[in-house]
């Protein structure tokens, strides 16, 4: 037995234009391209921190609260690599 779904939306799927100036296309492009290293930053703070849960390293920076887990760490990095992806692909202008 087959069933076939089919989905009708009222919404476009894709974003629409949008007609940037010039300064907050350079804005947009300068926060893409810092984003990989500060994405670097919150792997190495996730390492840091997975390595002083298994004795490995010294104590982490931050000791108590929510920035004290290395999980939290390693999704900041991940959601920086896919923001940083996707605004490549949508706001920096081919080279």
């Known amino acids: 037995m ?13 974003w629409p234009e949008l007609r940037l100036g010039a300064g907050v296309v350079e804005a947009l492009e300068l926060v893409v391209h810092l984003l990989k290293p500060a994405s670097l ?3 190495l703070l996730a390492l840091w921190r997975f390595g002083a849960d298994l004795g490995w390293t010294s104590e982490f920076l931050i000791t108590e609260g929510l920035l ?5 760490w390693a999704a900041l990095g991940m959601s920086m690599i896919a923001g940083e992806g996707y605004l490549s ?7």
């Open 2 to 14: 087959a069933v076939k779904v089919i989905v009708r939306t009222s919404f476009p799927l894709e």
């Open 68 to 72: 004290c887990h290395w999980q939290l």
């Open 41 to 43: 930053g919150a792997f």
């Open 89 to 95: 692909r949508r706001f920096v202008r081919a080279q």
